[in-house]
C-alpha cells in the first residue's frame, strides 16, 4: 500500500512513513519520549561517523559530561535559563527519599561543561579548547510533541569552545559552518545560514547563526545553531586563563549542535509516496540485490545474486542479496523502496543469459538494463547522480518557497496559505517583528550569513527606512 | 611525577591515573555523575566499535529507547524491580508543575524495550529479534559511589532478544559468551565464566552468566553478564507469536549487557607506575613520534618526524608526531607514557645519519634501535608482541589469584587478606552462602560455565556432601 503523497498531505504522510521506513516508532508510554528504530538509528550513526570526522579534521575532542544539573546552575546563569526553566525535568526522589537538593536533567549542557572548563583552564596554552558532546536531551516540552520535530528527549551533538580572543571565536563560528555544510551536503539537505535577530539570540550569546531547511508542507525547520557567546558565560562560570603576558582574562566562547532533527529534514525533502529516498553517502544499505524467480526456472540464480553481494561488497558498498524464498520479489522491491534504498539489482534466469543485471534507482524509478562487465562503473556513476540529484531536487524545493514581498497583507496572505520564506525588509524594530508573529504565526528568522543582502525598500510592516532585508517563515 | 605502584595502594593509584590518563574527571557537582574525558571516551568509541563488528556479524540491530519508565511498568514486573526500586531516580516535576504520575530514569530496559516488542512480535516470521541499545543508565546506588566501577549515571551496551524456542534462546547465550569474548580479547582482560548461584541469578531469569574479571587488589569485578530470561518476562508483557502450525507461543528471551566497567578492568589489569598501558586494539594512539632535538643540531628531524608520521598512518595505524618545541622530549615521554601509547618512536640527528629510528615499547620499556627499511617488520611484530603480551600477564594476574581452599577458616584468612578467588565446593545451602557472607563479606560468585569443574570434598561451611565446585570472592 503507497503513502499519501508528501505534498498534498505532509503531516499524515510523515506520520506514516516513520514506521514503515522504520525509523521511529511513537507506540511508547510517555508522549514525546519515542523509539529510534534500527533505520533510523543506522542513519544516525552515519551522521555522528560524518561528524566525528569533521571534529577529529578540525582539533575537536568528544567526551561525556553528567546528564544531571544541580538547580543552583540552572539558577545562577538565570539569563540563560530562564527560557529553558518551563520545560526542565526535575528528579526530586531517589526510590522513596526526598531529595534535600533537587536536580534537573540537561535541556543542554552549557552550565556543567563550563564548570568543568573553569577547573581545566589555566594558561593560553590550554586554548583553544574544543570539545564535543554526543548525548540524549531532555526538553519537557509542554506544546505538541512531534517525533524528530519536537521530542521530549533526543538526540544531539553539542561542541563548546573556548578562546584566547574575540577573533579566534569569531573563526570558530566560521568553522562551525564549514563542518555543518560538510554534514548537510552529505544529507543532501538545503537550507539558509541566517543570523538571528537581536531579540531572538540564544540567551546569553552575542550572536546566533542558525540552519534553517524547510519542510514541503512551507514551514521552516531549524536543523542546527552556533552561537557566539563572548564572555559571558567566561563571567558566571569564572572561566580564566593566564595569557602570555602573564595577565588573566576571560575566556571567548561558542557553542554549536546539530540533533536528530536532521533526519526529519532528511525524510521529508527526499521522500516520496512510496517512502524513504536516501542520499547514497547515509544509507544503511546502498544495494539491494533482489532474484528474479520463475517456477522451474531458478537455476543458477541464488548463487549468482551471492556471488554479486560479494564483489559489490568487495566494491565498498553496503549491499544486502535478499534471497527469501518466502517473500515475492514484488514484495521486496516494495520493501526496499519504502526503506529507501539508492539502488536495487535484479537478476532472472534471462540476465544469467545475456551477462547482464537490471539496476533500478530509487530515486527516479529509472530501470536501467547493465552489462555485467560494466557494472561497477554503472553503479558508481548512479549513486554519484542520486547523491547530487537529491541535493539538486532539495535546492529547487527551498528555491521554490523563497519569495520577495513588500506588503504586509501580501506577506499575511503567503504565511497563512502557502507558507516557506518570504525575503523582506525590517526596519530593526522588534515592535514590528511582533507584529509579525500576532498576524500570521511567523517569524523574522533573521539575514543571510553567506550572501551579504542589502535593504531595498521600507519596512514590510511600519514603512519606515528598512535597514535589513531578513527572511521570514512558520517555524517548527 | 610517577604514579603510586598500583599493587602497594590500588585504590590510590586507581583515583590518580583516572585524571592524569585522561580518563574520568570526578570534580562534578553531583557525586557518582562523572565526567568521561576524551581518552577514556575514545576507548569507550573503540568498544563500540568492536561490539559493533560482532552484533553486525550475527544479525543484532541497534535501536534506542526512550530514557523514561513509567512507574506502572516497574511495579508490573515486581519481582525483577524490587532490588532496583531502592536506587531508582524519580522525575516528579516538570518546570513548577508536579506530575501527576511520576516516572522512572532507567536503571536497565527490560520494561520499557518488551513493551514494544510485544508490539512488533506477531508471527515465527518476525524471530528471531535481536536487538542491542547504547545507553546511559541511571542508579542512584546509596553505597559508596566509585569511577567506572560503580557509578550514578554510566554507559552500556545492552541486548536483548527473542526466540521462538528454549533451545534457540540457550544457542543465544553461547552466541553472546562468544561476542564478548572477542571483545574481552580486545582489551586483553583475563575473567572467568561464571554461572551465578540461583540466589544470584538476576531477578526474573532462569539463569545468569557473569564474567568476572579481578582488580590488582584481589577484588573480582563483574564485567559483563548474559541472563537466559525463559519466558518469564514474556508473560508478564505478553509477548507471544504465533508459530508455524497456527498455535500461539510465548517467546524465549535473552539478554546481555556489557558497560563502562570494562575500562575500570583495562586500566587496572595493565597500568604500571608510570601510567596507563593500552592494547594498541582499543588504543587511540598506537604510536607517538617524538623528535630528539638539541641546539643546533635539529636540522631535518622535524621534518623526519613529519614524514615518518605520514608512512606511519599509511600503513593504517594511529599516529601523531608530536613536534611541539614549547615541550621537551622528556615530558612528551612521560606524556605518552602516562595516556599508554603503546609505541614511542624516537627520531634524532644520529638517527637521521643512521637511517634509524628508536622503537620504544610502552609495555616493557624496551628500547630497541630499528633500521628505517624495516621499520613497518618491527612495528607490526612489536604490537603484535604487545597485545598478546598483556592479555598473558592479565592472565598471569588472574592465574595468582586463584587458590583450592577446603577449609572455613583458611577462606576466612584468605579473603580478609589476599582475597581473589577461592576455588571450594559448596553443598548448594543458602545458607552455607549467607554464612560466607556474614563471615567475609565475600560471595558465592558460581560455578565454570566454559570448563565442566566437579566437586572434590565436602562443602567449605558445613562439611555435608559438597555438590558443585563454586569460586568465593569478594567484589566491586
Known amino acids: ?17 516513520l514506521l514503515r521506513g522504520n525509523i521511529i516508532d511513537v507506540r511508547t508510554p510517555i508522549k514525546g519520549a519515542n523509539v529510534i528504530l534500527p533505520n533510523g538509528y543506522e542513519i544516525w550513526e552515519k551522521v555522528k561517523e560524518i561528524l566525528n570526522k569533521e571534529f577529529k ?58 564548570h568543568m572548563y573553569a577547573q581545566w583552564i589555566k594558561s593560553h596554552g590550554d586554548l583553544p579548547l574544543k570539545i564535543n558532546q554526543w548525548a540524549n536531551i531532555i526538553r519537557m516540552d509542554t506544546k505538541e510533541t512531534r517525533p524528530l520535530l519536537r521530542d521530549r528527549e533526543f538526540q544531539w551533538s553539542e561542541a563548546h569552545t573556548c578562546h584566547s580572543s574575540a577573533e579566534e571565536a569569531k573563526l570558530q563560528v566560521e568553522e562551525s559552518m564549514k563542518i555543518y555544510e560538510a554534514l548537510f551536503d552529505a544529507l543532501g539537505l538545503s537550507y539558509l545560514t ?80 512510496q517512502g524513504l529516498i536516501l542520499p547514497p553517502s547515509v544509507a544503511p544499505l546502498q544495494v539491494a ?7 522451474g526456472k531458478s537455476e543458477g540464480v541464488i548463487e549468482a545474486c551471492k556471488t554479486l553481494e560479494e564483489e559489490v561488497k568487495r566494491a565498498g558498498y553496503k549491499v544486502h542479496a535478499d534471497t527469501r524464498d ?50 561497477f562503473t554503472e553503479l558508481k556513476k548512479h549513486m554519484d547522480e542520486i547523491q547530487a540529484g537529491l541535493k539538486k531536487k532539495a535546492d529547487e524545493i527551498l528555491d521554490g518557497f523563497i519569495v520577495d514581498i513588500d506588503d504586509f497583507e501580501k506577506l499575511k496572505t503567503r504565511m497563512q496559505n502557502e507558507r516557506g520564506f518570504a525575503r523582506v525588509n525590517w526596519c530593526g524594530d522588534v515592535a514590528c517583528a511582533e507584529n509579525i508573529k500576532d498576524q500570521m504565526s511567523s517569524e523574522i528568522r533573521g539575514t543571510r550569513e553567506d550572501v551579504k543582502e542589502e535593504p531595498t525598500g521600507p519596512c514590510v510592516v511600519c514603512g519606515n527606512k528598512g535597514v535589513q532585508r531578513v527572511y521570514v517563515a512558520q517555524a517548527y
Chains 1, 2 share one sequence.
Not at 246 to 262: A, E, F, I, M, W
Not at 328 to 356: C, H, Q, V
Request: proline letters at 7%; one cysteine or more.
Open 326 to 375: 518466502n517473500y515475492t520479489a514484488g514484495w521486496k522491491f516494495a520493501e526496499y523502496e519504502m526503506k529507501g534504498t539508492p539502488i536495487r539489482l535484479e537478476i532472472g534466469p534471462r540476465d544469467l543469459k545475456n551477462n547482464s543485471v537490471l539496476l533500478v534507482r530509487r530515486d527516479t524509478g529509472e530501470k536501467i538494463p547493465v552489462n555485467r562487465d560494466e557494472l
Open 194 to 273: 541566517l543570523r538571528r535577530p537581536p531579540h531572538d539570540t540564544f540567551p546569553g550569546a552575542d550572536y546566533s547563526i542558525a540552519y534553517d531547511s524547510i519542510l514541503p508542507d512551507g514551514r521552516a525547520l531549524q536543523i542546527g545553531t552556533t552561537h557566539n557567546l563572548g564572555q559571558s558565560f567566561a563571567k558566571v562560570f569564572d572561566i580564566k586563563f593566564q595569557d602570555v603576558d602573564g595577565s588573566t582574562k576571560l575566556v571567548h566562547q561558542t557553542c554549536y549542535g546539530v540533533s536528530t532533527r536532521v533526519l526529519a529534514a532528511l525524510i521529508a525533502l527526499h521522500g516520496d509516496d
Open 57 to 114: 579534521a578540525t582539533n575537536h575532542q568528544n567526551a561525556y559530561f553528567p546528564l544531571f544539573i544541580p538547580e543552583e546552575f540552572l539558577t545562577r546563569e538565570s539569563e540563560h535559563f530562564d527560557g529553558f526553566v518551563p520545560e526542565v525535568a526535575w528528579v526530586t526522589k531517589v526510590g522513596d527519599t526526598e531529595l534535600k537538593e533537587k536536580f534537573a536533567l540537561r535541556p543542554t549542557s552549557e552550565t556543567i561543561m563550563y
Open 1 to 17: 500500500m503507497p503513502l499519501d503523497n508528501p505534498k498534498s498531505d505532509f503531516s499524515k504522510w510523515y506520520s506514516e512513513i
Open 289 to 295: 540485490i533482489v532474484p528474479i524467480v520463475f517456477k
